[in-house]
C-alpha cells in the first residue's frame, strides 16, 4: 500500500467545535471542557481507503479576530479545508461566507472546500436551517454536512467526502495536479488533543 498526505485545515469562528470534531476524528474523544485554540494545533490520522492509506495532516486553526491573519500560513499548500459554523448560531454562518471568500482570494486553487454546519445534536436551538446552508455549499461547489463531535455524527464521514473530492494520484486528464504517492513507512504519533 502506498501512503498519501492530505493537508487539511479546519477554519471558522471561535467556538463552533473545530477542535471537538478534529479530537473525535483522531482520537475519537470529546471533551466539553476543551480550551480554545491558540494559533493553531497539530494532530495526524491515518486512514486506509481502497488501496492507499491517506494521512490525513490537520491543522486546527484559533477562530478569534486576534488570529486570523496567521490562517494563510495553515491553508496555504492544503488539499482541502473545512470550514465550521455552529448551527444554534446564526453569526457564526454568516462569518463563514468571509472564510470562504478569503480562501477564493488566498488559498490554493484546487483546494477542496467542505462547509460543516457542527452540534447537530442541538436541534431544539437550532438558528440555521439546514437547506440555506446546503444551498450556500452547492453555490460554490463545495461538500455539505451537518456534524456532531459530541456525539459523533458525520465525523469519519466528512473526512470520507474529502477523501474523495481530492485530485487523482494518477496523471489526470481533467487539469488537476496530480499527488505522488510514497511507499508507507510506519511511524509513531504522538498526537494528542489539546
Not at 42 to 51: A, D
Request: net charge negative; hydrophobic share 35%.
Amino acid at each position: 500500500m502506498a501512503l498519501r498526505e492530505l493537508k487539511v485545515c479546519l477554519l471558522g469562528d471561535t467556538g463552533v467545535g473545530k477542535s471537538s470534531i478534529v479530537c473525535r476524528f483522531v482520537q475519537d474523544s470529546f471533551d466539553p471542557d476543551i480550551n480554545p485554540t491558540i494559533g493553531a494545533s497539530f494532530m495526524t490520522k491515518m486512514v486506509p481507503r481502497n488501496n492507499e492509506i491517506h494521512k490525513y495532516l490537520i491543522w486546527d486553526t484559533a477562530g478569534q479576530e486576534r488570529f486570523r491573519s496567521l490562517a494563510p500560513m495553515y491553508y496555504r499548500g492544503s488539499a482541502a479545508a473545512v470550514i465550521v459554523y455552529d448551527i444554534t448560531k446564526e453569526e457564526t454562518f454568516h462569518m463563514l461566507k468571509t472564510w470562504v471568500k478569503e480562501l477564493q482570494h488566498h488559498g490554493p486553487q484546487n483546494i477542496v472546500v467542505a462547509i460543516a454546519g457542527n452540534k447537530c445534536d442541538l436541534v431544539d436551538m437550532r438558528e440555521v436551517q439546514t437547506e440555506l446552508a446546503k444551498n450556500y455549499a452547492e453555490s460554490i461547489d463545495a461538500i455539505f454536512i451537518e456534524t456532531s463531535a459530541k456525539t459523533s455524527i458525520n465525523i469519519s464521514e466528512m473526512f470520507e467526502e474529502i477523501s474523495k473530492k481530492i485530485p487523482c494520484v494518477e496523471p489526470c486528464t481533467n487539469d488537476r495536479p496530480s499527488f505522488k504517492l510514497r511507499p508507507l513507512q510506519l511511524e509513531s504519533s504522538s498526537s494528542r488533543c489539546c
